[in-house]
């Protein structure tokens, strides 16, 4: 089950290596004075002074390299995300204990509606149609009056909910192997059928589960949701079927005597009817629509739509009503607009098939789903740092609030990324909110962490909100850690930075196959190989309550779990399970 699909489109395009504090101009043959400023052109040296905004001092001599600390990277690792997660699968996991120990006698006689249970919350949290009634209902009840610690957590909430839905997913497998075991173990009082339909479903529902694995879908995306998606509609169909053999059949003299109104009494039933509702329900805003394609750059493809959007929304898009859906941000000027503008990079078959073959015609979702930046309007002030076709999912808050300040860093960002959205930006963001920074121009990225800490203290900024690929978001937010700036960035693979961090503490050794498996590509594999020959920082526990609660909290919690799953598969091959009999 994916934790990564509402965060597709908040992946920008960083086209150059990570920032160092020296990385100005390369024709400069001293240090000068940064200046927090707003660039009206992209021409070169054509800075607006802030008068309110103080010089920095000089640019400090290249600081010897350091390593992220090891707290940061552990706070960081162990998110909401991870948070919901642990509660779900431990909650879950604890009651499937008690149910084999015949503790649990709802779990006995109802385990169908736990598998559904889970399920159905798994689906939920999942539905667009949802998550927008979350976010509309947080900004219009919380909004700038409460507590800024409530406000951060009300956006870390929602942007993590994926935990919870990993969570009830892999919960939801494990109670329905359970039940199916069960059935195996005491076979003679059920049909074939029924055993028959239990594999089956279970089947299919684990290879859903595998296909929504973080390096699946962060790799391999098209593989990740046509398998997700039609396996998962399949193991719905499958079990309807289940449900409605299981409960018909009367295992007092097996036959299937309990059929019509004693099958739609059960519980079971309806949750199935409620998994139903909420995985069809986004599909009927599934809709055929006209779109004007501009190719400003072989690297950029701009589409345009009709009707205006609220700052915040992304777009699916497909050139097949069911397959190969593809998430962007959107940019509109407001719900006044005639238009909205998405910002697709050329990087795989299908935004090269934009440029190649250019639709007039693309399907779309006309109700569009939130992202992190919809919680935009629960701030007094804040940023919005991108790179690249970051901007699509950042430009939007910027627009329509005058209270969120534009940083952005590309390369050539007029040419490559059109007049249209360089009129949008210039338009509607003045220069005492707006910062860009054209690399190609400037001869190389900025001073990145400087410049953000500058503008979040002259701004009173309460958030950060990043948009960039992977190493720029690792940096980024990191160093927003260590400053304590507030930060919310995109959601990347949890897999390998879990495994690196694991790893990093375990031991001071590698092995470059096994890393190799762990980090497909070139750009991680380098980013952590580099860290791992690094000396280890020295964490003084004593220092960090919260890692040595956070480290003392997994320690109790999985430990069991594994004592449990070796118990399990004792009980497994030995004994009947007395409280599912």
């Not at 089950?1 to 024709?27: C, F, I, R, W």
Request: charged content about 15%.
């Amino acid at each position: 089950m994916s934790a990564l699909a509402y965060n597709d489109a908040e992946k920008g395009t960083l086209e150059v290596h990570s920032p160092q504090l020296t990385d100005l101009t390369k024709d400069e043959k001293k240090a000068v004075d940064i200046e927090v400023f707003a660039v009206q052109s992209l021409e070169k040296d054509a800075p607006v002074i802030l008068p309110d905004v103080a010089k920095p001092p000089p640019a400090p001599a290249k600081p010897a390299k350091k390593s992220t600390p090891l707290w940061v990277l552990w706070v960081i690792w162990y998110n909401a995300y991870r948070r919901f997660f642990t509660v779900v699968f431990v909650v879950n996991f604890i009651g499937i204990g008690f149910a084999i120990a015949g503790k649990w006698p709802y779990a006995a006689r109802y385990p169908g509606a736990l598998v559904l249970g889970n399920l159905n919350v798994a689906i939920l949290v999942r539905n667009e149609i949802f998550g927008r009634c979350l976010y509309l209902f947080v900004s219009t009840f919380f909004a700038k009056w409460t507590p800024l610690w409530f406000r951060l957590a009300c956006t870390s909430t929602l942007q993590h909910l994926g935990g919870i839905h990993s969570g009830c997913a892999i919960s939801g497998v494990a109670w329905i192997v359970l039940m199916v075991v069960h059935q195996f173990k005491t076979k003679y009082m059920f049909n074939d059928s029924i055993l028959a339909f239990g594999v089956i479903t279970s089947v299919m529902l684990f290879v859903t589960l595998c296909a929504g694995l973080p390096w699946v879908c962060n790799t391999h995306h098209n593989v990740f949701e046509l398998n997700h998606r039609f396996f998962g509609w399949t193991s719905l169909c499958m079990t309807w079927v289940y449900t409605i053999v299981t409960n018909a059949y009367d295992t007092a003299d097996g036959k299937f005597d309990h059929v019509g109104r004693y099958v739609v009494q059960q519980q079971a039933f309806w949750y199935t009817v409620g998994m139903s509702i909420f995985i069809v329900l986004p599909w009927i805003c599934t809709r055929h629509v006209d779109v004007d394609v501009e190719l400003p750059s072989p690297k950029v493809v701009v589409l345009r739509f009709e009707r205006g959007m609220q700052q915040g929304l992304l777009a699916r898009i497909s050139r097949s009503a069911v397959k190969e859906y593809h998430a962007f941000g959107i940019i509109s000027e407001g719900t006044h607009a005639k238009h909205h503008y998405l910002i697709c990079g050329v990087q795989g078959d299908f935004t090269k098939g934009l440029v190649n073959d250019p639709p007039k015609k693309i399907w779309t979702r006309e109700l569009k789903f939130a992202g992190v930046s919809n919680t935009s309007t629960l701030y007094e002030r804040g940023i919005r740092i991108c790179t690249g076709t970051g901007l699509g999912a950042a430009l939007s808050t910027c627009i329509q609030s005058p209270y969120w300040y534009l940083i952005w860093i590309g390369s050539d960002q007029e040419k490559t990324f059109s007049p249209t959205i360089s009129g949008l930006i210039h338009r509607h963001i003045g220069p005492e909110r707006l910062l860009l920074w054209d690399s190609k121009v400037r001869g190389g990225r900025p001073p990145t962490m400087k410049i953000l800490k500058e503008v979040y203290d002259q701004w009173q900024a309460e958030v950060v909100f990043i948009t960039s690929n992977y190493v720029g978001n690792f940096e980024i937010q990191h160093g927003c850690k260590e400053a304590g700036i507030p930060a919310f960035g995109t959601l990347w693979d949890f897999f390998h930075l879990a495994l690196g961090v694991g790893l990093r503490v375990g031991c001071q050794t590698t092995h470059t196959s096994f890393l190799i498996l762990v980090y497909p590509t070139q750009c991680q594999r380098s980013r952590f190989l580099n860290a791992w020959k690094e000396p280890a920082p020295h964490v003084q526990l004593s220092d960090k309550p919260l890692f040595l609660l956070l480290v003392s909290f997994i320690t109790a919690a999985y430990g069991p779990l594994v004592l449990t799953t070796l118990a399990r598969s004792y009980i497994f091959a030995h004994t009947p399970f007395p409280g599912l009999m």
